[in-house]
């Protein structure tokens, strides 16, 4: 191992302690809670009214926990340190790839997985599928207040039927019948996505497009904004369909045409670049805010 590696290792380990002492010290990285009771009454018109209370625990300030009614929060604290854990150990790839880096990536990354999976599990097997084929057994252990009424839609045994299907491809023999009702899903999405995007995207970009290069008032006046806003977008659309129309040679006064098209797309990727990079910033202080903030309490 390199001298400046284990000297940078040895300086994060012990200025990691070093820290983590300190907060210790100094009390900080706690959070207190407030007891707040709920009470809710059932809305199910087959079964009488029962009524069902709960309580819900508020984050309040340090400076509250002296008050009476607040408690410190085990499970809360616990969270709060491992945030804070994970969010220095994501910043040490700033010093270089490193076990601790690569930990909590995999953690990152598992836990992602897990939490899409149990989403999916309970929003699309539970709700769309398993009560919409078995009512009856999902009022008696899920869904309570669900009508009694409801019946079974066996038009929901399709997508049942292609879930297995394309579990089919983890079987040792047979891999090709998982590929029927990966075709039908993705012609699906497909169609349905091209007939989203058309209606949204093009259709709604040539509307937005068809405007006026003078805007006028109802009593006769101009209005300069609004017609210096039409015009630059109409001259920028123009332009931009110039620069990739190529049935045409680019000369005269096509050339220069296609030539302010390229300075309107650079100018819009720069835009949307500066966004997206603005968009990270804001998260990197958020960051920096929990840690500040929320941690150290400074």
């Given amino acids: 191992m390199k001298q400046s590696t284990i000297i940078w290792t040895l300086l994060m380990v012990f200025g990691g302690l070093g820290l983590i002492s300190v907060q210790l010290f100094r009390g900080k990285g706690e959070v207190y809670v407030r007891e707040v009771p709920v009470e809710a ?19 309040v300030s340090a400076k509250e926990k002296d008050d009476p009614g607040i408690s410190f929060s085990y499970s809360r604290t616990l969270g709060l340190w491992v945030s804070a854990f994970c ?3 994501i910043f040490s790839f700033l ?11 995999s953690v990152f990354v598992g836990v992602s997985a897990a939490y899409a999976m149990v989403v999916g599990f309970w929003t699309e097997i539970v709700t769309n599928l398993y009560a919409k084929l078995l009512p009856g057994m999902a009022r008696m252990s899920f869904f309570p207040d669900m009508e009694s009424d409801v019946q079974s839609d066996l038009l929901y045994l399709i997508p049942l039927v292609l879930s297995v299907l394309l579990l089919w491809r983890l079987a040792p023999k047979g891999n090709w019948i998982a590929r029927w009702p990966l075709a039908f899903f993705i012609g699906a999405t497909a169609g349905i996505r091209l007939i989203s995007y058309l209606e949204t995207d093009f259709i709604g970009q040539l509307q937005s497009t068809i405007m006026p290069f003078i ?5 006769g006046s101009l209005l300069w904004i609004k017609s210096l806003r039409n015009t630059v977008v109409i001259v920028g659309v123009t332009s931009c369909m110039v620069y990739f129309f190529f049935s045409v040679e ?3 006064i096509v050339k220069y045409i296609s030539r302010l098209g390229i300075w309107f797309l650079m100018i819009t990727f720069g835009a949307s670049f500066a966004y997206t990079v603005m968009g990270r910033i804001a998260l990197l202080s958020a960051r920096l805010d929990f840690l500040f903030n929320d941690w150290l309490g400074i």
């Fill in 250 to 252: 680019h000369e005269g």
């Fill in 95 to 105: 010093y270089g790839d490193n076990p601790l880096y690569k930990f909590t990536e």
């Fill in 41 to 59: 009454k059932s809305s199910s018109k087959t079964s009488p009214e029962q009524t069902y209370r709960w309580s819900t625990y508020q984050e």
């Fill in 215 to 219: 805007v006028f008032t109802a009593d």
């Fill in 87 to 89: 969010t220095l150990a």
